[in-house]
């Protein structure tokens, strides 16, 4: 099994949290001694990871130029979800409604960090994007994302419109964003299988993308400027589907 470098607090955390089993290894900076420090040696060790004390150049050497605030990890790839029916069919045995996000054309690995870490925090069963279009999964892309790139399925795909039709054969509605649609994110019915489309900002989705869409809506702009970054428009759509689902649960 490939091996991957967990740098920085929040990358190291999330794979306690998630999948302890497969750390390898795991050193600190041995002059630190803050809290911070001291809960995620505590954490190590409630999981039955031990760490190892190491100096600052050594860290250095293993994060191979990441950022790592004094804690890295060698570890065993995470295994997530590798295609799109791998996760539908796991949520159709568990009788859960499908929330994706699909990014076409988001290239900046800061973009796509955010979008990782706002799609974690929302509950999104995957994030699709296509292979030509996309930015991988690399170093600044973990360390934005704040360990979500451990725990949210970044599926990228060769063709995304096939992989859109894809999805509406099995029920799942494409809902794009586009600045010029006549209704609103509001309007988008939340509680059923869905997707968010997002283009990237300024270009905005391609046309297939679009065209293949079951539905576009905006996001209403009541100030002066034109449009919002790529991952505070997947914030405001995704929330807007939990705060619908969340709806539901309170009134069963």
């Known amino acids: 099994m490939s ?6 607090f ?3 955390v999330a794979r306690l949290r998630h999948a302890p089993a ?3 290894e795991l050193y600190f900076d041995e002059s630190r001694r803050d809290k911070r420090m001291a809960n995620l040696l505590e954490q190590a060790a409630a999981a039955g990871v031990k760490p190892r004390a190491a100096t600052a150049a050594r860290l250095d050497g293993l994060a191979g130029g990441m950022r790592h605030q004094g804690v890295v990890a060698l570890a065993q790839a995470n295994v997530l979800a590798v295609d799109v029916d791998e996760v539908l069919d796991t949520l159709e045995d568990r009788g859960e409604p499908a929330l994706l996000l699909i990014l076409d054309g988001v290239t900046d690995p800061h973009n796509l960090g955010a979008c990782l870490r706002t799609a974690d925090a929302a509950g999104v069963h995957a994030v699709i994007a296509p292979r030509d279009r996309a930015v991988g999964l690399n170093a600044t892309v973990r360390r934005v994302a704040c360990g979500a790139a451990e725990t949210v399925p970044y599926i990228m795909v060769t063709n995304l419109a096939r992989t859109m039709r894809a999805l509406k054969e099995r029920d799942v509605w494409l809902v794009g964003t586009d600045d010029q649609a006549g209704g609103s994110l509001h309007q ?6 869905m997707a968010w489309v997002m283009g990237a900002e300024g270009e905005g989705m391609r046309r297939l993308t679009r065209e293949t869409c079951d539905e576009l809506v905006q996001i209403p702009m009541l100030g002066s400027v034109e449009s ?3 991952s505070v428009a997947s914030a405001v759509c995704l929330y807007e589907t ?3 689902r969340l709806a539901v649960q309170g009134a069963g």
């Open 188 to 193: 988008v019915d939340g509680r059923r299988s």
């Open 22 to 24: 497969s750390i390898k």
């Open 3 to 8: 091996s991957q470098v967990l740098a920085g």
């Open 242 to 244: 939990v705060r619908q």
């Open 228 to 230: 919002l970054n790529v």
């Open 10 to 12: 929040h990358a190291v």
